[in-house]
């Protein structure tokens, strides 16, 4: 076994050094490289002499840079929370959307995902099946909370995801679960859906096609509208101005419960994340122009005491992805590994 796992983990790592799925210049890529560590081996109890360690080959991952999150306030609270938890932090744009497919303009418009849109949530499910999730934040719009469902209708642990209804009173009250074992979280995933998560709102450009508009408009001026920091589309939103309301929801409801060392996923929309990424990284508004998510590509972050380290998009299930991103991850594949055979 010993063997197997040590080589699935290289063989993932390299498949998955590419592992900078964003296609967008950026200051640091990740050397496609393993550190096979003594705390590897001793996660398996092994000793180097078991994986005849002449044969090992030394493999260095080096994230040359890991994001850390913006400086704070010295007396920010969120210092008191910094803990030694290290968290997985799981971004997800939705699957294709209807709209998506017409190639419409959609921002705030609440369109279903595409029979495309499906399967990209299924395959993304199973690209985090061994990744831990305590806790789904989504938008308020279903292609989002599609996305989410369907993602974890593949997950090794199945539990089941129950959308929180905090909305009014009665909507608590009527949403409460009287049984005390199924709503535990040994079976169940809160989810969390917020308007604050929403794709930035296109103004008169939703519900418009967009190579129309190209043409109407004129290109740059289009690619301005979609991807420029600061400039909003026609009664529209920038991205400055979605970010002022998802980076806010971000810092404010998801980010102490990753410091607490909670598992998030988040699944969402290309706007409302490139600016949540935007912080994570610490991108300029130059950066950020050329950053492109792609529908339904699970990205995974390690938060460890406040600081966020990109580790690209996880790998199928069937290979040992998981082990080569941080030890904490592999027991826990391990311990779904143990409890499903
Ligand atoms: O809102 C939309 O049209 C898409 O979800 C994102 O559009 P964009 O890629 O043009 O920002």
Redesign the pocket.
């Known amino acids: 076994m010993a063997t197997g796992v040590y080589n699935q983990a290289i063989g993932a790592f390299q498949s998955n050094s590419h592992i900078n799925n964003f296609n967008h210049q950026h200051k640091f890529n990740c050397i496609g490289r393993l550190v096979v560590t003594k705390d590897f081996f001793s996660s398996y109890g092994l000793s180097k002499r078991d994986l005849r360690v002449s044969k090992c080959i030394e493999y260095q991952t080096s994230v040359v840079d890991s994001v850390s999150s913006p400086s704070r306030s010295k007396t920010s609270d969120r210092d008191t929370h910094k803990k030694s938890n290290e968290a997985a932090l799981i971004l997800v744009r939705h699957g294709e959307?209807l709209?998506?497919e017409k190639n419409?303009?959609?921002?705030c418009v609440d369109v279903p995902l595409s029979k495309k849109g499906i399967d990209e949530a299924i395959e993304a499910g199973k690209r985090i099946s061994s990744i831990p999730v305590d806790l789904i934040f989504t938008s308020a719009l279903i292609r989002a909370q599609m996305t989410a469902m369907l993602a974890m209708t593949q997950h090794r642990h199945m539990k089941v995801p129950i959308i929180m209804h905090n909305e009014s009173e009665q909507a608590r009250e009527w949403s409460q679960v009287f049984c005390k074992d199924t709503n535990t979280k040994e079976h169940s995933i809160p989810v969390i859906a917020a308007w604050q998560l929403n794709?930035?709102m296109?103004g008169e450009l939703q519900g418009l096609n967009?190579q129309e508009t190209a043409q109407r408009y004129g290109k740059e001026q289009v690619h301005e509208w979609?991807?420029s920091y600061n400039i909003p589309p026609p009664n529209g939103e920038s991205l400055e101005m979605c970010a002022e309301r998802a980076v806010a929801y971000f810092r404010d409801q998801i980010e102490p419960q990753l410091l607490s060392g909670k598992n998030v996923m988040v699944s969402a929309?290309?706007?409302s994340l490139r600016s949540i990424i935007m912080y994570l990284e610490k991108l300029t508004s130059q950066e950020v122009i050329s950053l492109?998510l792609s529908t339904g590509i699970p990205m995974l972050y390690i938060c460890k005491e406040g600081r966020f380290i990109r580790r690209g998009s996880p790998v199928a299930p069937t290979e040992a992805g998981v082990y080569a991103y941080t030890r904490r991850l592999a027991l826990y594949r391990q311990r779904l590994d143990d409890m499903l055979q």
Request: no cysteine; net charge positive; aromatic share 18%.
């Open positions: 959307s709209w998506n419409l303009f959609t921002g794709e930035r296109y967009k979609r991807r929309h290309g706007n492109e």
